[in-house]
């Protein structure tokens, strides 16, 4: 009876640690990220919002703002709204970077913005492709994929003279896509891992292969932005002359 109950005990630490140990390999490069504390971005229209562990970004166009991802905790992201004095509905148009919950959760709070997508990514939404063995992603409820307007590759979009050119980012997501505002602002989501200068394959991307071939393709991008403003690893200035 006892080597029962100890065999048992043994089985049951054993689970624990199996558990702990994948539980700390999925949230490690957590303890790495480093998004930007919310604020005016100085000399610009574009407002940061931290989230839990991401960043958000508003672009003020005169006329109504451009949202960069909605983030994970709505009630959050609408607080550092109206302490920033903004209006949820002057939050017009919403351009998500891909379908990761932390990008998209807090679009309820947005009942009339028009909200921007690539078609790439849709598949991971209507069950058609899977994000993970876990399966695919999914939309909060109350908020129908018939709502998103579908983007494509090079795709331009102009909102009150504010310019957006969409650029397929494959490799994290099926349809990962960055976003560069009047040729100078470029907001990347979860498309690589920025830090120190250095550009590499983000956490928890789907196809690393991909990832790495997109990252070469978007080099001269990358460069040529004023700012890149990542979701997890800050805002960076390239030098220009």
């Known amino acids: 009876m006892k080597k029962g109950i100890k065999t048992v005990l043994i089985t049951i630490i054993a689970i624990?640690?199996?558990?702990?140990g994948i539980g700390l390999f999925y949230y490690f490069p957590m303890f790495f990220m480093t998004p930007a504390e919310t604020g005016q971005i100085p000399s610009t229209n574009i407002y940061v919002i931290k989230d839990f562990g991401?960043?958000?970004?508003?672009v003020n166009t005169g006329n109504g703002y451009i949202m960069f991802d909605t983030g994970l905790n709505a009630k959050n992201i609408e607080n550092?709204?109206?302490e920033a004095n903004i209006n949820l509905n002057d939050i017009k148009w919403i351009?998500?970077?891909h379908s990761d919950g932390d990008h998209l959760s807090a679009l309820t709070l947005f009942k009339n913005a028009e909200i921007y997508m690539s078609v790439n990514e849709l598949?991971?939404?209507n069950g058609t492709m899977k994000r993970s063995i876990l399966g695919g992603n999914s939309l909060p409820i109350g908020i129908n994929i018939d709502r998103i307007i579908p983007l494509r590759h090079v795709q331009e979009l102009i909102f009150n003279e504010t310019r957006v050119k969409c650029i397929l980012a494959q490799g994290h997501t099926n349809g990962s896509m960055l976003y560069l505002v009047d040729d100078q602002y470029l907001f990347t989501g979860d498309a690589f891992k920025l830090k120190n200068g250095n550009i590499s394959?983000?956490?928890y991307t789907m196809d690393k292969n991909l990832s790495k071939r997109t990252i070469e393709e978007l080099k001269e991008t990358i460069n040529n932005a004023h700012?890149?403003?990542?979701?997890?690893?800050?805002i960076h200035y390239n030098n220009r002359n």
């Open 54 to 58: 991401n960043n958000v970004f508003l």
């Open 16 to 20: 624990f640690v199996l558990i702990i």
């Open 80 to 82: 550092a709204i109206k």
């Open 123 to 125: 598949p991971l939404l």
């Open 227 to 234: 700012i890149v403003l990542t979701s997890h690893y800050g």
């Open 95 to 97: 351009f998500l970077s």
């Open 201 to 203: 394959v983000h956490p």
